[in-house]
């Protein structure tokens, strides 16, 4: 398939996504420069921290700080994942202009994650969202383990489709759904789009694809095919959740970035500029957390 006059906008979630699973500390200075590098290498959203419970995230108990501290390049979105009203006074009062909520398709998960069942989850977010919608912030909302469960074992497409409507319906201009676990197959992202594009329009969608398996890009690539247009990643595949074992990263950055561009599909990221950040990473974190070991960024690539 040709992907010539084609474009996918790609979303970093490294800075939130990946910190919150390290486990070498980062300074505050780091992930400010960790940000910025990301957004100078022509990423068009990275999202940015979490305003959650730093007793359930300490890795990014510092958000309020980093994010305040961010030279914000314009046009660039800079999106902060909270989970409550508590985590919606630290957004406003730090500036935010766009949140991301979050939930699962697994009672399980959301227990685990949020303490909180699918339902409450809602009802706990409902005046987030309605804040954030009344003061003019774009919001997204993720839906997790929507390719299988860690605890619960396999999700159905429907399962995830009524999930992901009743956020659209809740007030979230996106939905990213997530395999939060990197179990899902290319056959499977194709089954749960068509599942979606039956509810939802498919530019409203994202897929948020971890890389357990090494079928991350793999599934990019279905994804793309079947019709969505927005991919999540993160920096050198960092990433996971504290509440979802055996998880890895998310898919590399660079490797979407990468697969999009040969394609003949513009993502608007300096492939060069984003490697150059990655060198920057391997010294910041991973040298640090592995030593001895290469880290698996594709140096020579671009
Ligand atoms: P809880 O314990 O049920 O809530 O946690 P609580 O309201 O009873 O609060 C407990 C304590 O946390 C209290 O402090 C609160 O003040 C404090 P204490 O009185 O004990 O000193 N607290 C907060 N502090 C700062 N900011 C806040 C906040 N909220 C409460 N916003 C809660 C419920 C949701 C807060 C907690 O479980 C939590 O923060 N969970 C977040 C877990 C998380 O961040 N997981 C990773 C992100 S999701 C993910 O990675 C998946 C995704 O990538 C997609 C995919 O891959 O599938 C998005
Ligand atoms: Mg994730």
């Known amino acids: 398939?040709?992907?010539?006059?084609?474009?996918?906008?790609?979303?970093?979630?490294?800075?939130?996504?990946?910190?919150?699973?390290?486990?070498?500390?980062?300074?505050?200075?780091?992930?400010?420069?960790?940000?910025?590098?990301?957004?100078?290498?022509?990423?068009?959203?990275?999202?940015?921290?979490?305003?959650?419970?730093?007793?359930?995230?300490?890795?990014?108990?510092?958000?309020?700080?980093?994010?305040?501290?961010?030279?914000?390049?314009?046009?660039?979105?800079?999106?902060?994942?909270?989970?409550?009203?508590?985590?919606m006074d630290r957004a406003e009062a730090a500036g935010v202009r766009e949140i991301a909520v979050f939930t699962a398709a697994?009672?399980?998960?959301?227990?685990?994650?949020?303490?909180?069942?699918?339902?409450?989850?809602?009802?706990?977010?409902?005046?987030?969202?309605?804040?954030?919608?009344?003061?003019?912030?774009?919001?997204?909302?993720?839906?997790?383990?929507?390719?299988?469960c860690p605890y619960e074992g396999p999700v159905t497409p429907a399962a995830v489709a009524r999930v992901a409507v009743r956020l659209l319906e809740a007030g979230c201009r996106e939905i990213s759904l997530g395999d939060t676990i990197g179990v899902g197959h290319p056959a499977q992202v194709r089954a749960l789009v068509r599942a979606i594009a039956g509810e939802v329009s498919l530019d409203r969608v994202a897929l948020h694809l971890h890389d357990t398996y090494g079928r991350a890009v793999a599934n990019v690539w279905a994804g793309y095919e079947a019709g969505v247009r927005t991919f999540d990643a993160s920096l050198g595949g960092l990433g996971g959740c504290p509440y979802a074992p055996g998880a890895s990263g998310n898919v590399a950055t660079e490797d979407v970035v990468d697969l999009f561009e040969r394609a003949g599909v513009r993502t608007g990221v300096d492939l060069v500029a984003l490697v150059r950040a990655t060198a920057w990473l391997e010294d910041e974190v991973l040298k640090r957390r592995l030593p001895g070991r290469v880290f698996r960024a594709r140096k020579g690539q671009a």
Do not use: W
């Open 1 to 87: 398939m040709s992907g010539a006059g084609r474009r996918v906008t790609v979303v970093e979630v490294g800075p939130r996504d990946g910190l919150q699973n390290e486990t070498v500390e980062v300074a505050s200075d780091a992930k400010v420069a960790f940000i910025e590098a990301l957004a100078a290498a022509g990423l068009p959203v990275v999202e940015a921290t979490a305003f959650v419970s730093p007793k359930a995230i300490p890795q990014l108990a510092d958000g309020d700080e980093v994010f305040r501290r961010i030279r914000k390049l314009p046009g660039v979105r800079y999106p902060v994942l909270v989970p409550n009203e508590k985590g």
């Open 106 to 148: 697994s009672e399980t998960f959301n227990r685990k994650n949020i303490n909180a069942s699918i339902d409450e989850s809602f009802a706990r977010f409902a005046p987030v969202v309605a804040r954030a919608t009344r003061g003019g912030m774009r919001v997204r909302g993720y839906v997790s383990c929507g390719f299988g």
